[in-house]
Each structure stands twice: as structure tokens, then as C-alpha cells.
């Protein structure tokens, strides 16, 4: 008979995830969290295997997985018993994660704002540490650009499938997580401008 705890899971890893909870959104706001889950993305690995790739104390880490894993964020595929404990392998429910816009909308008091505002700080520390780290010659120099763009409803709607398919290709990329890799970030919003009126 198969023991179930070395069984592994059948079940397969979504393409997208779509957020709809605010404590989701805050987790994900902390580097640590959002690095721990990408990791557990590009496939199942135990919390030891994490700690190692990230070169980071596995102690350390046990609080942040069992966070992710308690929010819905990682799934247990297998649990193995050793030396008189049980090892959890993990893997994230996704391998993209989209926050529903809903959720930064003010109705609910002002919490869908201080979430956004929460992504915005993590991403604005990581592009500010990113900046006081480079020089403007190097190949591998940060891009900062704002702009609007007009067009007719139909380019509008392209852009936005351009950009999304972008990001998937982005993060099916094979070499994800294997040695002689960088990694990057990027802070996209897509989003529609208002008109203002006197």
C-alpha cells in the first residue's frame, strides 16, 4: 500500500491566480515572501532547498512559507517522514499572480489603498537600491520611464494583450531559477487616465 504522505500530488499548477483577498496583497508586499514564492513557482522544492538556493537561513524561512501556505498561496504536493519529522514539499497554486483591481477600490475604508500603496513602497525600495547600486554606462542599467499613450479602443486593448503576453513570456522563460541567472524586477501598471474637469 502507498503510503499518501510520499505520494505525490496529481494536481496541476494554475497559469494565473487572481488575488482577491488584501492580507494575499500584503504578503506578497514583503520581498522576502514574494522571492520565497517565486521560487516555490518554478517547482516544488522543500523549504531546505529554498533556503539554500536564496542563501538564507532555513529557520528563518519557516514562518514566511507557513504564511504563504495558511494565506492559499502554496500548496503541500508531498510530505515525507525523516528522521522522526515530517518534510513538506511545496509549490506555488500559480505561476503568475494578479491582484484583482477591486480590492484597491476605497469602499470597504481605505484598506484597498493602503495595500496598493504597501506594492508600491516594496517595489519603490527595491528601485531605489537598484539606482544607488548601478552606473549609467552599465548594460545592465536600471530603466525608469512614466509616460501616457493615446489611441483608439481597439490599440488600447492590444497594448494591454501585448503587455500580458510580455509578462507570460517573461515568467515561462526555462532557465528561471537554474544557475548563471539574474533576476530583475519590473513595476507595471496599466492603467486608464481620467480626464480632469475644472
Keep these: 500500500m502507498i503510503n499518501p504522505r510520499n505520494r505525490k500530488s496529481i494536481k496541476f499548477m494554475a497559469d494565473t ?3 482577491k483577498d488584501l492580507d494575499q ?4 508586499s514583503d520581498p522576502l515572501k514574494l522571492q520565497l514564492l517565486q521560487a516555490f ?3 516544488d522544492k522543500t523549504t531546505k532547498q529554498v533556503a539554500t538556493e536564496l542563501d538564507q537561513s532555513v529557520t528563518k524561512l519557516y514562518r514566511h512559507v507557513d504564511a504563504l501556505h495558511d494565506a492559499g498561496l502554496l500548496e503541500v504536493v508531498r510530505e515525507t517522514q525523516k528522521r522522526g519529522t515530517v518534510e513538506r514539499t511545496f509549490r506555488a497554486v500559480a505561476k503568475r499572480f494578479e491582484a484583482d483591481h477591486s480590492l484597491f477600490l476605497d469602499e470597504s475604508g481605505g484598506d484597498g489603498s493602503g495595500a496598493a500603496r504597501d506594492l508600491l513602497r516594496a517595489a519603490e525600495t527595491e528601485i531605489l537600491q537598484a539606482l544607488a547600486k548601478g552606473s549609467a554606462d552599465d548594460e545592465s542599467a536600471v530603466i525608469v520611464t512614466r509616460f501616457r499613450a493615446k489611441g483608439s479602443p481597439a490599440r488600447i486593448a492590444e497594448l494591454r494583450r501585448s503587455l500580458t503576453e510580455w509578462i507570460e513570456s517573461v515568467q515561462e522563460d526555462e532557465c528561471a531559477g ?5 533576476e530583475v524586477g519590473a513595476l507595471i501598471a496599466f492603467y486608464p487616465i481620467e480626464e480632469e474637469t475644472d
Design 25 to 28: 496583497v500584503r504578503l506578497l
Design 41 to 43: 513557482a518554478e517547482d
Design 17 to 19: 491566480y487572481k488575488i
Design 178 to 182: 537554474g544557475k548563471n541567472t539574474e
